[in-house]
């Protein structure tokens, strides 16, 4: 299992690339596009964490170093539930819109805040389709 340092030093280089991608004009984030991309990056690593060079078990570390990263650039209520609220809420949708994210990348974000927000909602409706299928 990774330290909490180890895992800062490895996603520094990511955490830099997704603060410079939601940057405008030279020095303002766009906190609604980057915290599109941190449920993307959070969704993912989740999905697979094999492939960033992560264990499942690095995960709840892994968590508690992106959620300063998000206290850093959103304040100090941000956390990944405040980041897949947004994702879910009619300015997340628009976001999600004007980044041209096309559906399955939406349908991944939207199913994340469905299991963050909501987890009972959440089995209940996955029991459902298991059931349909």
Known sequence: MLSEEDLHHAFAPVFA???????????????NLYQV????????VVLSPDEVGITE????????????????VLGADASLTTVFEFINSKPGEATMREARLNQTHKDLLQYFSSMI?????????MDELREKL
């Open 117 to 125: 927000l909501d987890p009972d909602g959440h089995k209940k409706w």
């Open 17 to 31: 690339d997704l603060r410079e991608r939601a940057t405008v004009a030279e020095r303002f984030i766009d906190r």
């Open 57 to 72: 078990d690095d995960l709840e570390t892994l968590h508690n170093v992106l959620v300063v990263e998000l206290k850093d």
């Open 37 to 44: 991309y941190v449920a993307t990056l959070w969704s993912n």
